[in-house]
């Protein structure tokens, strides 16, 4: 089991930039997840979806930020245009419901840097 | 508005010592529990799950108390490799996956 898979690990960009984050959840995990840690916020929820279909987005800040799911093995959340209070990390997490007192997976995470 | 409470720390607790910290949550109806590991620049892991009648697993054990609200952790006989951030996670529904609550974490220091 691979785990869960975030490119890149590292992004630093400009402010103004458009940026990618990508998100292969564990094979067979129903539901993903994107979180934001900021050493202020600590681990914020942004959204989620549930067989690739957005449940809650209303964890996400403002319209730069969107989130897609296609299919069941690839998510990306964007921002467009990036500023630098975007600077965080931001990580994917998949989570299979039927597994009982489930927790998540985390994959490694992306951290942002916005100058 | 969901609130998961922490003393942020850190905790310096010599080797071998035992050591507990709280976690406070805010929603009564909260229905799941975990405490989660967060080592330096890594992503959060799920150490356990808590139980209402409290569960041990080798040298850690959870405790929940829902009528004050709170859960425990305590780990006895300390290794320097239990330094780390534990973050205390709520989820508030019976079913589905509303998403997680996370507190801010209690940094945990081990001294040799």
């Known amino acids: 089991d691979a785990g869960v898979i975030q490119s890149p690990r590292h992004e630093v960009t400009e402010m103004g930039q458009e940026v990618t984050l990508r998100c292969k959840p564990i094979?067979?995990?129903?539901?993903l997840f994107w979180y934001r840690q900021t050493m202020m916020r600590g681990l914020e929820l942004l959204i989620y979806f549930n067989n690739n279909v957005p449940i809650d987005d209303s964890g996400m800040p403002e319209d730069r930020f969107s989130a897609k799911m296609p299919n069941a093995s690839f998510s990306t959340l964007k921002i467009q245009p990036s500023e630098p209070r975007d600077s965080a990390v931001y990580f994917c997490?998949?989570?299979?419901?039927?597994?009982?007192?489930?927790?998540?997976?985390f994959g490694s995470g992306t951290r942002l840097t916005v100058v | 508005r969901k609130e998961v409470e922490q003393d942020p720390g850190p905790f310096n607790v010599p080797e071998g010592a035992t050591v507990a910290f709280n976690c406070t949550y805010s929603?009564?109806?909260?229905?799941?529990f975990f405490w989660y590991r967060q080592d330096c620049r890594k992503e959060p892991k799920l150490l356990m799950s808590v139980y209402s009648s409290g569960n041990e697993d080798g040298r850690f054990t959870a405790q929940l108390n829902r009528a004050s609200q709170y859960i425990s952790l305590l780990i006895r006989d300390s290794k320097l490799s239990d330094s780390a951030t534990y973050l205390c996670v709520v989820r508030e529904s019976g079913g589905g996956a509303d998403g997680l609550t996370f507190g801010k974490g209690t940094h945990l220091i081990i001294q040799p």
């Open positions: 094979s067979g995990h129903d539901y």
């Open positions: 997490a998949s989570s299979r419901l039927t597994s009982g007192n489930y927790g998540y997976t």
């Open positions: 929603n009564s109806a909260s229905q799941s």
